[in-house]
């Protein structure tokens, strides 16, 4: 489903279906960067689209009664934290609420205990500040699982992580449009055919995950 494209491969898949010569390298011509800024828009889009398994990986965090505020390292262009899961306590930590941390810290009503809600206070591309209520009352290994997105595609060898049959689709229809192209098959239906495939590529994914049926249209 995936076939783990190259970057340039992406690029001289949709040069070949808009009739244009294959290029060496991306920033071989003008056009070509176009089309690599298509294919970039493309694979954003793709990747906005769900939360794809190859793009969903895991962060550990040993949290103890001395601290109240960690620091989660490894998050690689965190994008959205799917789940915490409490390995020591065989537990699932919640996603809480600045209400109900700020009632556990100044107002006493959460003695340590076992973590069971967590809010997330700062976090960047690769990190996150997270705080848990009620603080935890001993040592607690947990697991941070989550969805990291790819940064811009810029190399030659940089690999597209997502379905690529639909983000070439994208970024031929993306092309189609910006050149006006009536010669062959329309941009509105190389969107339509794009959708389609970007859809079946969701369907195929979920599946994978059969309990997580939450997906986004685009």
Same mark, same amino acid.
């Given at each position: 489903?995936? &076939? &783990?494209?190259?970057?340039?491969?992406?690029?001289?898949?949709?040069?070949?279906?808009?009739?244009?010569?294959?290029?060496?390298? $991306?920033?071989?011509?003008?056009?070509?960067?176009?089309?690599?800024?298509?294919? =970039?828009?493309? =694979?954003?889009?793709?990747?906005?689209?769900?939360?794809?398994?190859?793009?969903?990986?895991?962060?550990?965090? +040993?949290?103890?009664?001395?601290?109240? /505020?960690?620091? /989660?390292?490894?998050?690689?262009?965190?994008?959205?934290?799917?789940?915490?899961?409490?390995?020591?306590?065989?537990?699932?930590?919640?996603?809480?609420? *600045?209400?109900?941390?700020?009632?556990? *810290?100044?107002?006493?009503?959460?003695?340590?205990?076992?973590?069971?809600?967590?809010?997330?206070?700062?976090?960047?591309?690769?990190?996150?500040? /997270?705080?848990?209520?009620? $603080?935890?009352?001993?040592?607690? #290994?947990?697991?941070?699982?989550?969805?990291?997105? +790819? $940064?811009?595609?810029?190399?030659?060898?940089?690999?597209?992580? /997502?379905?690529?049959?639909?983000?070439?689709?994208?970024?031929?229809?993306?092309?189609?449009?910006?050149?006006?192209?009536?010669?062959?098959?329309?941009?509105?239906?190389?969107?339509?055919?794009? #959708?389609?495939?970007?859809?079946?590529?969701?369907?195929?994914?979920?599946?994978?995950?059969?309990?997580?049926?939450?997906?986004?249209?685009?």
């Amino acid at each position: 489903m995936l &076939n &783990n494209m190259t970057y340039l491969e992406t690029i001289n898949k949709v040069l070949r279906r808009l009739r244009e010569d294959e290029v060496a390298s $991306p920033d071989t011509s003008a056009y070509s960067k176009l089309i690599g800024e298509f294919v =970039n828009d493309a =694979n954003r889009l793709v990747e906005d689209a769900w939360d794809w398994s190859e793009l969903r990986t895991l962060a550990p965090l +040993t949290v103890n009664e001395n601290s109240v /505020v960690w620091s /989660v390292t490894g998050l690689t262009n965190m994008d959205k934290i799917l789940e915490v899961y409490n390995v020591t306590d065989k537990s699932l930590v919640s996603l809480g609420t *600045q209400d109900g941390l700020y009632e556990s *810290q100044y107002l006493g009503e959460n003695p340590k205990s076992v973590p069971s809600n967590y809010v997330l206070t700062g976090f960047t591309d690769t990190s996150a500040s /997270v705080q848990f209520y009620p $603080p935890a009352d001993k040592t607690y #290994q947990l697991i941070f699982r989550f969805v990291g997105r +790819t $940064p811009e595609l810029v190399n030659s060898s940089d690999v597209v992580k /997502v379905p690529t049959a639909a983000v070439i689709q994208f970024a031929q229809a993306m092309a189609a449009e910006e050149r006006g192209e009536t010669g062959g098959t329309s941009a509105s239906k190389l969107y339509t055919i794009a #959708q389609s495939s970007l859809s079946d590529a969701i369907a195929m994914d979920a599946a994978r995950f059969p309990t997580e049926t939450i997906w986004y249209s685009v």
